[in-house]
Nanobody
Framework: QVQLVESGGGLVQPGGSLNLSCAAS????????MGWYRQVPGKQRELVAA???????NYADSVKGRFTISRNNAKNTVYLQMNSLKPEDTAVYYC???????????????WGQGTQVTVSS
C-alpha cells in the first residue's frame, strides 16, 4: 500500500507564510511527477504547482512569484512554500504523486487526504 500524508496547513494572516509538506510512504518503486492542488467548496480542484523528478516546475498564474514547490527524492517528499498569502488562497490543499508500486510496472496517481489553509485577519 501507499500513503501520502500532508502537513503544515493552518490559519495565517494575509501577507503571511506557510510551508506545506507531503511525504509518500509504503511499497514505492519510484515516483515521477509530484504536485499540489487546491479546492474550495463548489469549485473544481485546480493545479497550484507541479514538479518533475528532475526538478522542472510549473505554477498556476495566480501563485507565480509567491509559491515555491520543491522535492526531496530521497525522502519521497514534496514541499510547497507559500509566501505573501492572500484570502483567495484559502482552500483545502492536496498533494498528488504519480508513482509506481513495487511489483507493478505502471504509474498511477495517488492523492493525500488534504490540509486546510485559511488566510484571514
Amino acid at each position: 500500500q501507499v500513503q501520502l500524508v500532508e502537513s503544515g496547513g493552518g490559519l495565517v494572516q494575509p501577507g503571511g507564510s506557510l510551508n506545506l509538506s507531503c511525504a509518500a510512504s509504503g511499497s514505492i518503486f519510484s515516483i515521477n511527477g509530484m504536485g499540489w492542488y487546491r479546492q474550495v467548496p463548489g469549485k473544481q480542484r485546480e493545479l497550484v504547482a507541479a514538479i518533475t523528478v528532475d526538478g522542472t516546475t510549473n505554477y498556476a498564474d495566480s501563485v507565480k512569484g509567491r509559491f515555491t514547490i520543491s522535492r526531496n527524492n530521497a525522502k519521497n517528499t514534496v514541499y510547497l512554500q507559500m509566501n505573501s498569502l492572500k484570502p483567495e488562497d484559502t482552500a483545502v490543499y492536496y498533494c498528488k504523486a504519480d508513482l509506481r508500486r513495487r511489483g507493478f510496472n505502471v504509474y498511477n496517481e495517488y492523492w493525500g487526504q488534504g490540509t486546510q489553509v485559511t488566510v484571514s485577519s
